[in-house]
């Protein structure tokens, strides 16, 4: 399979070289330009066309929004924002990124964020129904009904209702052929449906406990929670306009 043409973006040389050394890790990446702020970004974009930017916001000169306005339309790259501040969470998700990595983020946290785009950039069709083989019957599970999936070795729980269904496969393999304006992961071992969200109550640490209108109390853990964030601010934002 072909990698994914990739371009960094940061102001900071420490933060670069951690991130190219991370995706080079990587067989599904192909690191193909760096630049060092906004304006070396638009004449390497231009020369290297890129499919995805990892792209620092506060940025002297053009700063990350700035870039993409430049960009505007003719078929514009996938983004992955990295940066230090949260505050800009919402803005990001509003311009279409596909992924919000806050600094310092782990290795962990990248590979969720790529494994979950890196489908996106090539075309994948979102799951809508998933089979479900029990006691000699095979069920179709409309994914809008699965409110949370949790992850069981080899398995995964599908839980619909006061229902749960167990299918074979990763949580992983799962998440990455599920719609991520749906569904979105908040802890290495759960996935929860954005639309059965009721309530985000803080934890320590960063953490939150996400209620979900059938009842079900989902720990998510800081890692995923910026993107949680930004998703449920975003959908409600939606749902009153």
């Known amino acids: 399979m072909t990698p994914v043409r990739a371009l960094i973006v940061d102001d900071e040389p420490l933060a670069r070289t951690r991130l190219e050394r991370l995706l080079r890790r990587r067989e599904d990446v192909e690191v193909v330009g760096i630049a060092a702020g906004g304006d070396e970004a638009l004449t390497k974009l231009g020369a290297l066309l890129p499919d995805l930017i990892f792209l620092d916001i506060q940025m002297p000169g053009l700063d990350g929004f700035d870039v993409l306005r430049e960009i505007r339309g003719g078929g514009r790259p996938f983004v992955i924002f990295t ?18 990595l806050l600094k310092p ?14 489908p996106m950039i090539r075309g994948s069709a979102w799951t809508e129904r998933i089979i479900v ?7 179709f599970l409309s994914a809008n009904d699965v409110s949370w999936i949790a992850a069981a ?10 229902a749960s269904h167990l299918v074979r496969t990763s949580l992983k393999a799962l998440e990455q052929r599920l719609d991520p304006a749906r569904f979105v992961r908040v802890h290495r071992s759960a996935i929860v449906n954005v639309a059965f969200i009721a309530e985000l109550q803080s934890l320590d640490h960063g953490d939150y406990e996400v209620v979900l209108s059938d009842g079900a109390h989902v720990v998510a853990s800081r890692t995923f929670s910026e993107r949680l964030r930004a998703l449920t601010v975003s959908s409600a934002k939606i749902s009153r306009s």
């Open 83 to 100: 940066t230090a501040h949260a505050q800009h969470a919402l803005r990001a998700f509003e311009v279409h990124a596909l992924d919000y």
């Open 105 to 118: 983020f782990d290795e962990e946290r990248l590979s969720a964020a790529l494994d979950r785009a890196l």
């Open 133 to 139: 083989k029990s006691a000699g019957r095979i069920m």
């Open 153 to 162: 070795e080899n398995y995964v729980y599908l839980h619909v209702g006061r």
